[in-house]
């Protein structure tokens, strides 16, 4: 698949999911003094952003050390692109988890939250297929960080002014985009596989 810099842009906002990223923020964040809250969140957007920006330089090296090819990362990107938008769309019930009474730091903010295993996938596909254009795909995930600070920083407000549902109804949205991305890039996959077994 040939991404532009605002495809790019909008699939890495979709994967990173700051709307989505509202009530974990909010429920981590719980024990922190309001004051501190938007130094934190900034903190931890950095730390994914640092993590997603390394993967981006070191991508076509771990492909070559993991003898994987860009064909097989395109299909398990869909894959796994299609799990996570199927848990937005369909999220898992309520489990009872310890609440973290203290600040927290990396995890689970900046990791998983965030830089989660399919934005990883995601930013290594973008290198992997069109290494020319990585000065786009920083500059993608620039953008794509600093709408993710900018929400999360004003997720209480957001709370407040539009309510719980349009937030939940707003995550399921962007889950079925997803999953018509994750579709996509699965059947692009399939059909080149399929071309490349008849060439043989």
């Known amino acids: 698949m040939n991404y532009t810099f605002w495809s790019a842009t909008i699939l890495l906002v979709l994967i990173t999911d700051p709307i989505g990223n509202i009530p974990i923020f909010a429920n981590a964040l719980k024990h922190v003094p309001p004051e501190r809250r938007p130094r934190v ?14 993967f981006m330089f070191v991508g076509e090296s771990f492909l070559r050390v993991m003898n994987l090819s860009e064909l097989s990362l395109q299909i ?21 988890e310890s609440e973290i009474m203290t600040e927290p730091l990396i995890v689970p903010l900046a990791i998983p939250a ?16 069109q290494p020319d254009k990585r000065l786009e795909w920083i500059g ?13 920083v004003s997720a209480e407000r957001i709370q407040r002014v539009i309510g719980d549902r349009l937030v939940i109804a707003a995550e399921r949205l962007m889950g079925l985009v997803l999953v018509s991305v994750a579709i996509e890039m699965m059947l692009r996959g399939a059909k080149t596989f399929i071309m ?3 060439r043989t």
Request: proline share 4%; hydrophobic share 70%.
């Open 41 to 54: 969140i900034l903190r931890e957007i950095l730390i994914a952003f640092a993590l997603l920006l390394t």
């Open 76 to 96: 398990g990107g869909g894959v796994i692109l299609f799990l996570i938008a199927l848990r937005m769309v369909f999220p898992p019930a309520a489990t009872a």
């Open 114 to 129: 965030v830089a989660g295993p399919s934005a990883l996938a995601t930013v290594l596909l973008l290198v992997s297929q």
């Open 140 to 152: 993608a995930l620039c953008v794509t960080m600093l709408i993710s600070a900018v929400v999360l």
């Open 196 to 198: 490349q077994l008849m």
